[in-house]
């Protein structure tokens, strides 16, 4: 009942209540556009900062080797990294590219891409197929090529004074959004990256049947057995570890050498076992040691630390795993190790009789810590000594390659070639714009310098510091105004109407019942100007927008405030002006319902 | 005191105003049922005084006895006034006292319907669409209900005044000089609906005015005021109470409207 008593009065006296209703709405309406302003403008910005990939990215200003496993560790923050690629360098990673009708030739630079690169993907994008590109704008435009055409990129070297060029076609999976990047750049797979600085660097790539030199992997073992004839006094066992590259030598008894060499030395020879301390010793190191030992009938038998290979035969179920050991019959001090390495020997393992294995082709699979090789062989069944299977010190030290360094088998050269070690560079991106400082830091920790856009972010958010104080400097101004408005005029609404509100006392309404009066007017006149001050708001808003939607994104306004906002504005109005009845409540809890007799 | 109201026994009320002393003493004083008692006498007498302390919106300074009976007829109750708490003056003001006012105390904002039917609303009593026709058609404000007080005659306000006051079925109607400000025809009108819807329903009236004339034909008992001057700055107010038998004068009508015919 008082709240219809409260809105009674509200309508009676109309003129008066629009007066305040205007007089409020004044105040509101303004603060309301200063908000709107501030969220509009600031929250383009961010939202630009936080949607364009391009602000999230990490370049690296210096170029140093970085692993794979760098790159395993790096992806491994999931929750600061949301893409990382490896680059080659970028002197490698320019071709040329040729439309489909041959008339427009274009220098773009390939950039590596990889399945959830944010720049393609939020750019309207896809990720590269084997065999595709995806073009920026740029070269799209320069190329006059789109989605789904053509193209034929080549890479161009100096061999011996003369220039050769290799080139390979690719589709055009999409162009990306103008945002993207304003290079020429086509977005490829690691792989055809990978191939074109090989072939830059003179290397074969018999994946597009480029000619050059093959990274062949090499044998490398884990120490050798030296057999002679006579003892080795003290003076030439230090010879063998002299600038050798091994590093120790030991003189090991017959049962020790037969378990290392796989069959039992000559009675009466001595053996010494010789190694090397955490690298692996090549071909060259086993030369040095038989130069040392020329003319003295010595044998110097690569040996290796067994590898668990497992063995799967085309057509048979599951792989059978075996030791593989190095036959160290074929190394000699009369040259045998370079006839073993210098051509290409054929992958063939001897594995034992009573093993379940076919002779014939069958794959290997040898895993070495977090590297991995698969490769054909050609299983022979025959006499293992001391073992399940064995292959020439040059196969099984190829295969032992595998615990240095990353071995492939590629299957366009038929041959185990040597994995890139490392990368010149990466494409980088945090997972958020808050996540570009931490990644920063962990990278510049490891002596990578790096280029962020941190200042830009840095700015963004100062400027969202200084608007909301700003803001929040004239809301407090505006509040004041407000609430002493609303109060005054509250406070005069039951000074007015003390008459009445006396009479009302006298009739029975308790203390309590009357304050509600002031109460509900506030809210209701508050209500009023609030509702008059969105519509000038939205109004208002419409038009900022309009003059400035040419600056402006689609769905992107400089003016803006959500329906959450306007709810939360709303309380806060409806609280200010319970705020402000309240002093004209306790002026009407004063009221003594003897005046309405004595008015009268 | 089955249909007494209002019983004051060697009630005193002390007032001070610039230095001046007023002193309203009322030796005794029953209000019954039905009854018609007017309270006349002079400006400053003590007649708003006594008014204020029957209204409970004042307390005596001191008193021998003064209660006040509401409630149902079968079950009234008797209230001490001196020290009754604030909201339970209120809540008898509501559910048991009508007023009267000396320009009706109309709110401005609320149409005549709505001023009649707020002390109804107050009090929580219900009134059916027949009750209220018959009320406000013996007031002859029936073509007058969506009008704005202000827009009515005096005569007419004191009219929805007295509908205002009588609609929640009271015990008690107070009226404070409620026809000063009409003409006399008029008040003579609203004196005798007055009398005769209360009594029709039984409640008590208690009317002040400065014109005995207006009330002796209709009070049963008639408060009167003898005031000495007991010092420099010190006035005495006796209220002496008489049971009068009304007597109406040849030539001054009495209305009888019958409600609910």
């Known amino acids: 009942m008082i709240f219809r008593l409260a809105f009674k009065d509200i309508v009676h006296d109309w003129l008066l209540s629009l007066c305040l209703v205007l007089a409020i709405s004044a105040i509101i309406a303004p603060l309301l556009i200063l908000f709107g302003l501030k969220f509009g403008a600031v929250e383009t910005m961010r939202s630009r900062l936080v949607q364009d990939p391009k602000n999230r990215e990490i370049r690296p200003l210096t170029t140093r080797s970085f692993s794979r496993e760098w790159f395993d560790e790096l992806r491994a923050h999931q929750a600061e990294v949301a893409f990382v690629a490896p680059m080659t360098r970028q002197i490698s990673a320019s071709v040329m590219a040729t439309n489909a009708a041959g008339d427009l030739r274009e220098p773009l630079s390939l950039m590596v891409t990889a399945p959830g690169d944010p720049l393609l993907l939020e750019n309207s994008g896809v990720v590269p197929e084997p065999g595709e590109c995806v073009l920026t704008e740029a070269a799209a435009k320069a190329l006059n090529v789109a989605a789904g055409d053509q193209l034929t990129l080549g890479a161009q070297r100096i061999i011996q004074g003369r220039y050769e060029n290799g080139t390979f076609p690719v589709r055009i999976a999409a162009v990306l959004g103008e945002r993207a990047s304003s290079l020429r750049a086509a977005y490829v797979r690691l792989e055809v990256v990978e191939s074109v600085e090989d072939y830059k660097d003179g290397r074969a790539v018999p994946a597009y049947g480029w000619q050059g030199e093959l990274p062949e992997a090499y044998p490398v073992f884990d120490g050798a057995v030296v057999l002679t004839p006579e003892p080795l006094s003290k003076l030439d066992e230090v010879l063998l570890v002299n600038n050798t590259g091994f590093s120790r030598v030991q003189p090991v008894a017959g049962d020790e050498a037969r378990d290392k060499l796989g069959y039992a030395p000559e009675p009466g020879w001595s053996a010494y076992w010789i190694t090397v301390r955490q690298r692996a010793a090549t071909e060259d190191n086993l030369q040095a040691v038989v130069n040392k030992l020329r003319g003295r009938g010595a044998i110097v038998a690569p040996w290796i630390e067994p590898l668990e290979i497992g063995l799967t035969v085309a057509g048979a179920s599951g792989p059978v795993t075996v030791q593989l050991r190095a036959r160290s019959d074929v190394a000699s001090s009369s040259g045998a190790v370079q006839a073993a390495g210098s051509t290409r020997p054929q992958r063939v393992i001897v594995v034992a009789p009573d093993l379940p294995l076919s002779e014939g082709p069958a794959t290997l699979r040898l895993k070495v810590a977090d590297r991995e090789l698969q490769a054909p062989v050609l299983l022979h069944k025959g006499d293992v000594p001391g073992g399940q299977a064995q292959a020439s010190a040059a196969v099984a030290g190829t295969f032992n390659l595998l615990r240095h360094r990353n071995v492939r088998y590629d299957s366009a050269a038929d041959a185990l070639l040597l994995s890139r070690q490392g990368y010149a560079g990466f494409r980088l991106y945090a997972a958020t714009i808050d996540a570009v400082d931490a990644v920063q830091q962990r990278l510049e920790q490891q002596g990578v310098t790096v280029h962020t856009e941190r200042e830009r972010i840095a700015e963004v958010r100062r400027l969202d510091r200084y608007a909301t104080l700003v803001f929040w400097l004239i809301a407090a101004v505006g509040v004041i105004g407000g609430v002493s408005a609303l109060t005054a005029s509250l406070y005069a609404s039951v000074e007015r109407k003390k008459k009445e509100l006396n009479v009302l006392r006298l009739l029975g309404l308790l203390k309590r019942e009357l304050v509600l009066f002031p109460i509900s007017q506030g809210l209701l006149l508050s209500s009023g100007a609030l509702a008059l001050a969105a519509v000038l708001f939205l109004l208002v808003a419409r038009v900022i927008n309009t003059l400035f939607r040419a600056q402006l994104h689609a769905e992107e306004s400089l003016c803006t405030l959500s329906l959450g906002h306007f709810l939360i504005l709303a309380v806060g109005v409806w609280t200010l002006s319970v705020v402000a009845a309240t002093f004209a409540a306790l002026r009407a809890t004063r009221l003594d319902p003897a005046e309405a007799l004595r008015d009268e | ?261």
């Open chain 2, 1 to 261: 005191m089955t249909d007494v109201v209002y019983r004051l026994r060697d009630v005193e009320k002390r007032r001070s105003k610039g230095g001046v002393s007023f002193v309203l003493r009322i030796p005794e004083l029953d209000v019954c049922r039905g009854e018609f008692c007017s309270v006349v006498g002079p400006s400053g007498c003590g007649k708003s005084t006594l008014l204020d302390m029957l209204a409970l919106v004042m307390e005596p300074t001191r008193a021998g006895s003064f209660s006040v009976q509401v409630g149902p007829r079968g079950k009234p109750r008797v209230f001490e006034v001196p020290g009754l708490a604030e909201n339970r003056a209120a809540r008898i003001r509501r559910a048991n006292i009508g007023y009267v006012l000396q320009s009706g105390g109309l709110l401005s904002f609320l149409s005549v319907r709505e001023n009649i039917m707020l002390t109804a609303q107050i009090s929580g009593v219900g009134v059916s669409r027949g009750e209220f026709n018959d009320l406000v058609g013996v007031l002859g404000l029936t073509d007058q209900l969506d009008k704005k007080p202000q827009h009515l005659s005096g005569g007419q306000r004191q009219r929805v005044a007295v509908a205002r006051a009588l609609i929640h079925r009271p015990m008690i109607i107070l009226a404070d000089e409620p026809t000063a400000a009409v003409d006399y025809p008029t008040a003579l009108d609203i004196r005798d609906e007055l009398h005769a819807l209360a009594r029709e329903m039984g409640a008590a009236v208690i009317m002040v005015t400065h014109d005995r004339s207006l009330v002796d034909q209709v009070s049963d008992r008639q408060v009167r005021f003898e005031t000495v001057r007991t010092g420099r700055a010190e006035t005495l107010a006796t209220a002496f109470a008489e049971t009068r038998v009304p007597a109406p004068v040849a030539g001054e009508r009495l209305a009888r409207p019958e409600v609910g015919a």
